[in-house]
């Protein structure tokens, strides 16, 4: 593990990619996802978070239907499906974190809106001052200042030429209360 001036560390895991997937249909999603999971979906006219474990589950039973879906991410530690609305279908990739080559990648944890938060069933309702107001699966803290709640996420990085890198995929990995605690990534 190497740690860049910036205070990311360069990391290595074995990853693999499936690209070009075309689905039909919503349930093709338990063709890669196996096990329980969290998804972001963004639809037309919102962004709803929940989980999903071979259907969805979203706060107030909401229910989601493709012809509405813009982007659809099902991740967690070892796993995403990612997908997006293109040419009137579903359109995506599979990466998976448990097989493949060795990949370096770098992970960052990327704040999500919510300064107040209200627990409320199994789901936390976090606002903004402005109105802005979003639910996520899980008992989750914050206040206007260091507690927040974040997304890890995964950039991959590509190499040209064997010495020039770019960063080629980025995946969701989790949710994540900030500040980390010690030991924590």
């Known amino acids: 593990m190497n740690i860049i001036e910036n205070g990311l ?9 499936k690209t070009n997937l075309i689905l039909e249909d919503l349930k093709k999603i338990k063709d890669y996802i196996k096990k329980e999971s969290n998804v972001v979906v963004y639809l037309d006219n919102e962004v709803l978070i929940g ?4 259907d969805f589950s979203f706060q ?7 012809q509405f879906v813009r982007r659809l991410r099902i991740f967690n530690q070892d796993e995403e499906l990612h997908l997006w609305r293109s040419n009137g279908g579903l359109h995506g990739r599979y990466r998976s974190d448990s097989e493949g080559e060795e990949t370096d990648f770098i992970e960052a ?4 809106f919510g300064t107040k938060a209200e627990i409320y069933n199994e789901y936390t309702i976090l606002t903004e001052q402005r109105g802005t107001e979003i639910a ?6 914050t206040d206007n200042k260091k507690m ?7 950039h991959y990085i590509g190499y040209k030429n064997g010495y020039r890198a770019a960063y080629v995929d980025v995946r969701f990995v989790k949710f994540v209360q900030l500040p980390l605690m010690e030991g924590e990534r």
């Open 109 to 112: 944890n990327q704040v999500i």
């Open 51 to 54: 989980k999903y474990n071979s």
């Open 136 to 141: 996520i699966p899980g008992k989750w803290k």
């Open 60 to 66: 107030e039973d909401k229910r989601i239907e493709k």
């Open 9 to 17: 560390k360069l990391m290595s895991i074995k990853s693999s990619t």
């Open 148 to 154: 927040r709640v974040a997304i890890k996420t995964r």
